[in-house]
């Protein structure tokens, strides 16, 4: 049985059978990529800036502490849907640093620096830090590269799934359910396995790209690099990603990519419209009517595979990307 769909009593049945961990012994003392947080008990109020981190809180079992979320590209896990409806959303984008701290939170966490960090969009962390409050950012974001502006620079170092375990493993021990978290990354692991089992061996001719959105219909695409996600992916299932830049999301020209003519192309299929390409609908409508990308094979043969926006950010449904594009290679005989 997946995680994907354990919940209630299923999961709690699950962590019984597991060994029992060490409890949590507070106060609690974290490097948090560079930055010293303490945790004098576990946290009962949670606002998280960011669907992945707020996906392992519900993951984990800690609905109950989340008081407020944000940042939102897809809909929530299916089985998730109910208990996040009844949950705050203060904006699918960027909620003020004044709107996140009058839902009085002892814990503060984010996905991305972008949103807590040097010059966060919605706070810094010496701003939380001065009212008490801890701001904790996934290590998937910043664990190779803290005190950053940003999030989308390069990535000096080829990402590791096991960055996205210790975000687990870490929101485990500050709120003191560690089982929980041994058990929902020993299924993430079995699941991994599966996958790339699945698949077996590739030939190295079969390539991909990644394509997330573009700022204009005429503009080039952001499409993922060598060291972020989609190329942990790639690596994975014996695939080649035709994108050669370490940023986790350059921009590059249609001819460019072209040229490379990929086996597969991926599209981030998402619920966000911040773009005018962020639809399915129009990335799909830009590769069959253009005169350069309608000409690539994977076009033209009709290897385009729509994968949910968060498979393809440092987040648990990485697994799931995996099972899609395995599944993907399988039905088109790439295997």
């Given amino acids: 049985m997946s995680l994907k769909s354990l919940s209630g009593a299923a999961l709690t049945a699950m962590v019984l059978a597991l060994p029992a961990l060490a409890k949590t012994d507070y106060p609690l003392t974290i ?3 560079g930055i010293e947080l303490v945790f004098p008990k576990a946290p009962e109020t949670v606002v998280s800036l960011g669907q992945r981190g707020t996906e392992i809180l519900y993951q984990l079992g800690l609905a109950d502490r989340v008081r407020a979320t944000s940042v939102w590209r897809s809909p929530v896990l299916p089985q998730f849907a109910q208990v996040d409806a009844g949950i705050e959303r203060l904006d699918n984008n960027n909620p003020s640093f004044e709107a996140v701290i009058e839902r009085r939170p002892d814990l503060v966490t984010t996905d991305l620096q972008y949103y807590i960090g040097i010059k966060g969009s919605v706070g810094t962390r010496q701003q939380f830090a001065d ?11 910043c664990a190779d590269r803290p ?4 999030s989308d620079g390069p990535r000096p170092v080829p990402f590791e ?3 996205v375990y210790r975000d687990i493993a870490e929101l485990a021990e500050i709120f003191d359910v560690q089982d929980r978290g041994a058990a929902l990354i020993a299924d993430l692991r079995k699941r991994e396995a599966a996958a790339k089992a699945k698949v077996g061996a590739v030939s190295g001719d079969v390539s991909v790209v990644f394509w997330f959105s573009s700022a204009t219909t005429e503009a080039d695409p952001y499409v993922a690099g060598q060291n972020g996600a989609p190329g942990y992916m790639a690596r994975q299932l ?33 619920s966000r419209r911040r773009y005018p390409m962020d639809s399915t609908e129009a990335k799909m409508a830009f590769l069959t009517g253009d005169p350069v990308a309608s000409l690539m094979e994977a ?24 099972e899609a594009l395995a599944e993907a290679m399988e039905a088109q005989g790439l295997k």
């Avoid at 076009?299 to 990307?321: C, F, H, W």
Wanted: aromatic fraction near 4%; charge should be negative; charged fraction near 20%.
């Fill in 299 to 322: 076009v033209r043969e009709g290897r385009v595979l729509p994968m949910d926006a968060m498979t393809l950010n440092p987040s648990t449904r990485i697994i799931d990307g995996l």
């Fill in 147 to 150: 005190q950053m502006e940003t």
């Fill in 31 to 33: 490097d948090n990529c």
């Fill in 238 to 270: 014996g695939m080649t990603n035709i994108i050669d830049s370490l940023e986790d999301w350059p921009t590059v020209s249609w001819e460019t990519i072209a040229r490379k003519n990929p086996t597969i192309i991926a599209i981030a299929d998402m």
């Fill in 131 to 141: 009212l008490g409050i801890p701001a904790y950012n996934l290590p998937s974001d």
């Fill in 161 to 163: 799934m096991d960055l």
